[in-house]
């Protein structure tokens, strides 16, 4: 059982950044793959980034590729996201998520443990 909390959200204007952050319960955390995930209101819920186990790979939707970077310390079971950049149509609740496999995948149904989320908002 893995448990997830995030954090870091906030109101940011555009062009300015947020770092979320997730903090993840468990002796096997450093064996999970890490996804961001967020929601807009009125819309489904959307990939956003992934990570594997090591960090060694990332994956990113287009949407945010070259803006957001995900990053992991396996050390302080932590998961980040850094968004730069940042757009209006960004504005969502981001979603932390964990894979009790180690390769990245951006399918939702591919993620065990969500989070609760944390609203971003970027004002125009």
């Known amino acids: 059982q893995v448990q997830v909390v995030e954090s870091g959200g906030g109101v940011v204007q555009a062009g300015g950044s947020l770092r979320l952050s997730c903090a993840a319960s468990?002796?096997?955390?450093?064996?999970?793959?890490m996804g961001w995930f967020r929601q807009a209101t009125g819309k489904e819920r959307e990939f956003v980034a992934a990570?594997?186990?090591?960090?060694?790979?990332?994956y990113y939707a287009d949407s945010v590729k070259g803006r957001f970077t995900i990053s992991r310390d396996n050390a302080k079971n932590t998961v980040y996201l850094q968004m730069n950049s940042l757009k209006p149509e960004d504005t969502a609740v981001y979603y932390c998520?964990?894979?009790?496999?180690?390769?990245?995948?951006?399918?939702?149904?591919?993620?065990?443990?969500w989070g609760q989320g944390t609203q971003v908002t970027v004002s125009s």
């Open positions: 990570i594997s186990w090591s960090g060694g790979s990332t």
């Open positions: 468990g002796r096997t955390f450093s064996s999970y793959a």
């Open positions: 998520a964990a894979r009790p496999w180690g390769e990245v995948t951006p399918q939702i149904t591919g993620y065990v443990y």
